[in-house]
């Protein structure tokens, strides 16, 4: 974690607990996010599903974060983030319940959304803390930490997930996680303090219904935001849209892979997601250029995902290498964040970061339905070929991918400086 200096007796101690109260809620939040990607042939099986269908359940958890981000970051600008963490991941613990008893599409269809609702506040109010209890040169690289250890989530879902499954069933598995849910609830009640002693926040005035709109309209007329937004609506898509949905059936339906052999592949990208953002944090201090340093890293795993296009059936080696090295490139979101961080003053943080987000997870909704009619209509247009709905895939997320590079390469280099 990065190091501050000329804090008072007992900060550390009191970051490092509030950093791994958030850290465990934010792992939470990632787990469920990829959840459904291991077990995917799975809940098709299961419930009769077809791939549009599978595309929308996993994008109703995304569709709801979106549209719950700007009251929660009302509630997180006015309420603080430990309040509205806890409270809204209640409803995570409802919705594993809904997925645990669920019989058919429209229950899990519900229980995603619960849980997306739960998980909406999570990673904006961790932000919105870590802001507070760092400086501004430590933000990305303090981030990158949490990022990191959130995405543990990722991993919790990949082998560990398909291992569960194997022993409990995907119900059985769903019923466990309620319950840690609950106590990583109880957890930021007590464990988490949304700013340090004598912090401005902690004496803040309520604000007006004329104040909340006043923040929202300076928020969305920053000239500088839509660059953010259009390269933030799809760095993460492509990541989760892979991680969390596609990869698992294709290395199933084109190589064959069980449970625990498609788990193992989506380990390794899961690890290293966290390899990236501790890389890019550094490299964000270091590096004179963050635009430059982003368009670096999304140029990697665009390519990437055009090589897997062109050889979707080159053996399993070579398109679980490029699953890798996609997801260690992709990592760039770290960067997209900071950058819009910089963007808003201190008492538009919530509202500022979950404004960024609601483009984070639209991308992802998007993404993840337009993904399944995409292989769905391929599928129908090419029966007997399994490889070709993966390679359309591919393609168009790496088209995607490059169309909003193109769009960021036109913002306002931010460099990263003691105030940025």
């Known amino acids: 974690m990065a190091e501050e200096t000329g804090k008072p007796p007992g900060w550390r101690r009191s970051i490092v607990r509030i950093f791994l109260c958030l850290g465990l809620a934010a792992i939470l939040s990632q787990f469920f996010r990829s959840a459904t990607g291991v077990i995917a042939p799975d809940l098709m099986r299961d419930l009769s599903l077809s791939a549009s269908q599978m595309g929308l359940l996993t994008a109703a958890f995304f569709i709801t974060f979106a549209i719950t981000q700007i009251p929660t970051g009302i509630l997180l600008d006015r309420y603080g983030s430990r309040l509205t963490i806890a409270g809204t991941m209640l409803f995570a613990v409802a919705g594993s319940v809904v997925f645990y008893l669920a019989q058919t599409y429209w229950h899990v269809v519900i229980a995603r959304t619960l849980i997306g609702i739960g998980c909406a506040g999570v990673m904006m109010g961790a932000f919105a803390v870590l802001a507070r209890w760092f400086d501004a040169r430590s933000f990305t690289m303090t981030i990158g930490w949490m990022i990191a250890l959130s995405n543990g989530g990722n991993l919790l879902a990949t082998t560990p997930m398909a291992l569960a499954t194997e022993a409990i069933g995907w119900r059985g598995t769903y019923l466990v996680m309620a319950i840690v849910t609950l106590l990583v609830v109880i957890g930021v009640l007590l464990g988490v303090r949304d700013a340090p002693p004598g912090h401005k926040f902690l004496t803040r005035r309520s604000e007006s219904g004329a104040d909340i709109i006043g923040g929202l309209k300076a928020v969305f007329r920053n000239p500088q935001?839509?660059?953010?937004?259009?390269?933030?609506?799809?760095?993460?898509?492509?990541?989760?849209?892979?991680?969390?949905?596609?990869?698992?059936?294709?290395?199933?339906?084109?190589?064959?892979?069980?449970?625990?052999?498609?788990?193992?592949?989506?380990?390794?990208?899961?690890?290293?997601?966290?390899?990236?953002?501790?890389?890019?944090?550094?490299?964000?201090?270091?590096?004179?250029?963050?635009?430059?340093?982003?368009?670096?890293?999304?140029?990697?795993?665009?390519?990437?995902?055009?090589?897997?296009?062109?050889?979707?059936?080159?053996?399993?080696?070579?398109?679980?290498?490029?699953?890798?090295?996609?997801?260690?490139?992709?990592?760039?979101?770290?960067?997209?964040?900071?950058h819009g961080r910089t963007l808003f003053a201190d008492h538009l943080v919530g509202r500022g970061m979950t404004t960024v987000n609601i483009a984070v997870q639209t991308g992802a909704a998007l993404v993840q339905m337009g993904s399944g009619v995409l292989i769905g209509l391929v599928a129908a247009l090419a029966p007997g070929m399994p490889d070709m709905p993966y390679r359309a895939l591919f393609a168009a997320l790496a088209i995607v991918s490059a169309l909003a590079l193109a769009y960021y390469a036109r913002a306002e280099d931010r460099i990263p400086t003691p105030l940025s």
């Open 225 to 338: 935001l839509p660059y953010v937004l259009a390269i933030s609506a799809v760095t993460y898509a492509c990541t989760i849209t892979m991680l969390g949905l596609w990869a698992a059936p294709f290395l199933h339906d084109v190589y064959g892979l069980d449970g625990v052999q498609r788990g193992n592949i989506l380990l390794g990208m899961g690890l290293t997601i966290i390899a990236g953002t501790l890389i890019y944090g550094p490299l964000d201090r270091r590096f004179p250029s963050r635009r430059r340093l982003v368009l670096l890293g999304g140029g990697g795993s665009t390519l990437c995902l055009a090589l897997l296009a062109v050889f979707t059936e080159a053996g399993l080696w070579v398109v679980g290498s490029l699953l890798i090295v996609f997801t260690l490139f992709n990592t760039y979101n770290v960067l997209t964040v900071s």
